[in-house]
């Protein structure tokens, strides 16, 4: 017997940021730097955050990450790709990862993604950057 449930609420980008800078997800392999990005006052170009200067808490609906990470068709290392992700796209990969995660992984993140464990948040990363979950 198996019983299917779904749930709807909003996210926070604090979510996002703890999800990706947080859980450990980020220290696989496959992953180099992921670079938080977001618009100047003018909209006129990007500025890097750093982790280091600025609170998770910081974040905002309409910044971005870019992940540097490897490539199927290159050598494990050279961290040669590079994909933009918006936060929703973020949002959106957790739900398409949510039937493979654990259900531990998706109680914890039912209430805050940034409780994922690193498998769950590794999963939802290589969803929003590969579509599909292709290390590991």
């Not at 990706?20 to 997800?25: L, N």
């Not at 998770?56 to 971005?64: H, Q, S, V």
């Not at 990450?65 to 050598?75: A, G, M, P, S």
Request: aromatic fraction near 8%; charged fraction near 30%.
């Amino acid at each position: 017997m198996s019983l299917t449930l779904k749930i709807e609420r909003d996210v926070q980008p604090k979510e996002i940021t703890g999800l990706i800078y947080g859980t450990g997800g980020n220290s696989n392999p496959w992953w180099n730097t992921i670079e938080w990005r977001r618009f100047t006052d003018g909209g006129e170009k990007s500025v890097r955050l750093a982790v280091a200067d600025h609170e998770l808490d910081e974040a905002l609906e309409d910044d971005w990450f870019v992940f540097h990470h490897d490539t199927l068709d290159d050598e494990e290392g050279t961290w040669s790709g590079r994909t933009r992700v918006t936060m929703q796209q973020l949002v959106d990969a957790a739900s398409e990862a949510w039937p493979q995660l654990a259900p531990e992984a998706q109680r914890d993140m039912a209430e805050d993604l940034a409780q994922a464990d690193a498998d769950a948040a590794d999963i939802v990363m290589q969803m929003a950057v590969f579509k599909d979950l292709v290390f590991g």
